[in-house]
C-alpha cells in the first residue's frame, strides 16, 4: 500500500505559525487531505488540495504541494490553543484512503 | 442531517468474547468504510463495504474478523475471540456512492468505538 509520513510532534506559542509536513509516494492521487482530531473524537476534514494546484489558502490554513518531492504541509496562522489537536494528512487512490501517523500539536499558551 | 453515527463509543471485552461495533452512515451515503487506529498511529483501512457487498477488504486480518452491511440496518464490524491486540479504535466513515461523488470525494468519519480487551 501507499506510505504517508508525518513527524509524530510539533510544539508551538500561541499566535506562532505552525507547520505540519507530510510526504507520500503515490503520484497518481488526485486528491490530498489535511484532517484534525480532536481527543476522543472522529476526523474531521480540514482542507483538501487538488493534485494539479501547488498551494491553497483557505482562512488561516494554507496547504502547499510540493508534487515533484512528493511534499504536502498544511500551515496554521496565528496558531490558537484550539488548535491543539493531532493532524492527519491522507491520500486517496480510488476509494481508499491512507493515512500518515499523524502529528500531534500542541499549543502554549 | 445526522452525521456518521456509532455505537457503542466503548466496549470492553475479556479476551475470547465477541465485540461487535456498529455503524449508521449518513443518509443518502451508500458506501461504508472501517478504520483501524493503534495507539499512538494512523487510521489502517480495513474494508470498503456497500450495501449487501464486499468492495475491498484488503486490509481484514484473515481470521476473526468479519464485516456486513445489510439492505437494512446498520453495518457491523465483528471481532471474535477478541485479543489484548485488538484494542484500538474503531472508526467508520462513509461517502456518496461513486457515480455522485461530489468534488472531493470525501469521507466522513464517526466517532469512533473504543475497544479495551482486558
Known amino acids: 500500500g501507499e506510505d504517508v509520513e508525518q513527524s509524530l510532534f510539533l510544539s508551538v506559542r500561541e499566535g506562532d505559525s505552525s507547520v505540519i509536513n507530510c510526504t507520500y509516494t503515490?503520484?497518481?492521487?488526485?486528491?490530498l487531505y489535511w484532517y484534525k482530531q480532536e481527543p476522543g473524537a472522529g476526523l474531521q476534514l480540514l482542507t483538501y488540495?487538488?493534485?494539479?494546484?501547488d498551494m491553497k489558502q483557505d482562512q488561516r490554513l494554507t496547504v502547499l504541494l510540493n508534487k515533484k518531492d512528493k511534499h504536502l504541509s498544511l500551515r496554521i496562522a496565528d496558531t490558537q490553543t484550539g488548535d491543539s489537536a493531532i493532524y492527519f494528512c491522507?491520500?486517496?487512490?480510488?476509494?481508499?484512503?491512507?493515512f500518515g501517523s499523524g502529528t500531534k500539536l500542541n499549543v502554549k499558551p | 442531517n445526522a452525521g456518521v453515527m456509532q455505537n457503542p463509543r466503548h466496549l470492553v471485552r475479556r479476551r475470547g468474547q465477541e465485540a461487535r461495533l456498529r455503524c449508521s452512515p449518513m443518509?443518502?451515503?451508500?458506501?461504508v468504510y472501517w478504520y483501524r487506529q493503534l495507539p499512538e498511529e494512523g487510521l489502517k483501512f480495513m474494508v470498503y463495504?456497500?450495501?449487501?457487498?464486499?468492495?475491498?477488504e484488503s486490509g481484514m486480518p484473515k481470521e476473526r474478523f468479519s464485516a456486513e452491511f445489510p439492505k437494512e440496518g446498520p453495518s457491523i464490524l465483528r471481532i471474535q475471540q477478541v485479543v489484548r491486540g485488538d484494542s484500538a479504535a474503531y472508526f467508520c466513515?462513509?461517502?456518496?456512492?461513486?457515480?455522485?461523488?461530489?468534488?472531493?470525494?470525501?469521507?466522513?468519519f464517526g466517532p469512533g468505538t473504543r475497544l479495551t480487551v482486558t
Open positions: 466513515a462513509s461517502s456518496p456512492p461513486p457515480e455522485n461523488p461530489g468534488p472531493v470525494y470525501e469521507q466522513y
Open positions: 503515490d503520484s497518481s492521487s488526485t486528491y
Open positions: 488540495i487538488f493534485s494539479n494546484m
Open positions: 491522507a491520500e486517496r487512490d480510488f476509494n481508499k484512503f491512507y
Open positions: 443518509k443518502g451515503h451508500s458506501h
Open positions: 463495504l456497500q450495501k449487501e457487498n464486499i468492495i475491498d
